[in-house]
């Protein structure tokens, strides 16, 4: 009887403590964890340890020993991931781990505005937030302007691939859509006259009409006379940063359409999916010319008397502007 008291009490003792243990256990896997607000946290790669101590300078966990047990206890349920991820206030380590083993990581974004050149967009993309590795050389126009999401740590390479297929994709619908009949014969044809379509005009209700007068004038055999291009040339491939020059316009380069007849050898800058469009489904009109009005848009001419008149008109609000500017 004696023993068995004895055996009782020993019986009972452990289940105190395995009791006790389970309470500690549970009230540490679900209690409020340290994080005062939420917060986004990049989880470095390296192993759990790792993880720990990051998370723990973070504020996200209170102790790494707890949470390698945490990870240890509940290996059934997957592996932890390092990427970005959102944590909430007062996140416990049960929300800790179901964020690091279920949660989608954080989709960052970054934008590719119409009409930059491939050195714009290498700038661009070097000075963006996240992105890893060497900005691989890109070949002028083939970058579809675009939002793309990436995530922490992803490569400039495999963006700028994604870029690239993006444009690919969506010029060869865009170019099966064509209107027939059109001066240009070959997607790339299309996609240069957009580059300039896309420089010459940031209004979207003009797209379409300077792409008609543009192909107006291929069809008449007519140089394009286009000042992006002059500018493009001047630069060399990169941005003018000044006004052009007389000297500009009659400078011999293959990209100065003041100077060569037909379109330039390449894109001058990554044109949009609306220029894109525009140059295959361009507006029909006679329109041979066009200059600035003044209000942002232009001013189009189907002779060269009317386009004269439109341009000294442009040099009037020129000269306008230059008096009223403070000295």
Partial sequence: ???????????LVIAGIAGGSWWWAD??????????????????????TIIAEALAERGVIA??????AAIWLTRGQGAVRAAEFVFPARASLRDVLEILRKARPVQRRVTIPEGLTARQIAALLERTEGLTGEMPEIAEGEILPETYSYQFGDT???????????????????????????????AREALILASIVERETGRADERARVAGVFINRLRRGMMLQSDPTAAYAAADGGVLERPLTRADL???????????????????????RDSLRA???????????????????HAFARTLEEHNRNVARWREIERGRASAAPR
């Fill in 1 to 11: 009887m004696r023993r068995l008291v004895a055996l009782l009490l020993i019986l």
């Fill in 27 to 48: 009230r540490a896997w679900t209690a409020p964890g340290p994080l005062a607000e939420p917060a986004q946290v990049v989880v470095p790669r390296g192993g759990t």
């Fill in 63 to 68: 102790d790494p020993r707890a949470f390698l």
């Fill in 156 to 186: 400039r390479a495999s963006l700028v691939r994604r870029a690239e297929q993006a444009m690919d994709q969506a010029l060869a619908e865009i170019w099966a859509a064509r209107q027939p009949g059109l001066p240009i014969t070959t």
């Fill in 250 to 272: 009659d400078r011999d380069h293959p990209f100065n359409t003041y100077r060569i007849r037909g379109l330039p050898p390449g894109p001058i800058a990554s044109p949009g």
């Fill in 279 to 297: 140059v295959t489904r361009p507006e029909a009109t006679d329109f041979i010319f066009f200059v600035a009005d003044g209000t942002g848009g």
